[in-house]
């Protein structure tokens, strides 16, 4: 299965993913608003866990890889977990590398992603959880019409202290 865009695609991750997947998730840089960087053997089980057959029904990750259509350079991965599968929603999630953060390639993925969950997968609502301090991110996903619904203190340990975090939803719209 593969979803394009302007200048990106999104195909189910594979074994060529494995290698940018396995960087990030070990990156201090990366992490820094997310959770203690991985070890190189939790980074790989995370990978597979993330690349497992899914189905509707699943309560695992569906996850694709982001790369760029005219380079074919891998930019990272965007994947959602359907949380109630009654009221149809699932949470959403993406990292992408630093090089090609700001240049547009994760909002891009976001909405093509978004446009995916809503109209094939049927999904009411997408939410996103992320760090208050993670300025990139709330921004981003504010430009992808997602809502900040509220924060949730203390909610993660990050390097051994407490961190807010922010909650975000999108609902299905009548157009989708």
Not at 5 to 19: F, W
Not at 61 to 69: K, N, P, R, T
Not at 91 to 107: D, H, L, N, R, T
Not at 144 to 164: A, H, M, P, S
């Amino acid at each position: 299965m593969q979803l394009t865009g302007q200048r990106i695609k999104l195909a189910l991750l594979d074994e060529t993913d494995l290698a940018l997947f396995i960087e990030i998730s070990m990156s201090p840089e990366m992490m820094e608003h997310v959770y203690a960087p991985c070890t190189y053997e939790e980074a790989t089980e995370a990978f597979i866990a993330k690349s497992k057959p899914w189905s509707r029904e699943s309560d695992d990750w569906l996850s694709f890889g982001i790369s760029e259509i005219s380079s074919g350079e891998k930019l990272g991965s965007i994947g959602l977990k359907i949380t109630c599968h009654e009221a149809n929603i699932a949470e959403v999630g993406f990292m992408i590398k630093p090089s090609a953060q700001g240049k547009g390639f994760a909002g891009e993925a976001l909405k093509l992603f978004k446009h995916y969950a809503f109209l094939n997968l049927k999904l009411n609502k997408l939410v996103a959880t992320c760090s208050v301090n993670n300025t990139g991110s709330f921004k981003l996903l504010e430009k992808c019409g997602f809502t900040r619904e509220g924060c949730l203190k203390q909610n993660v340990i990050i390097k051994g202290q407490y961190v807010d975090d922010y909650i975000y939803g999108s609902c299905k719209s009548a157009s989708e």
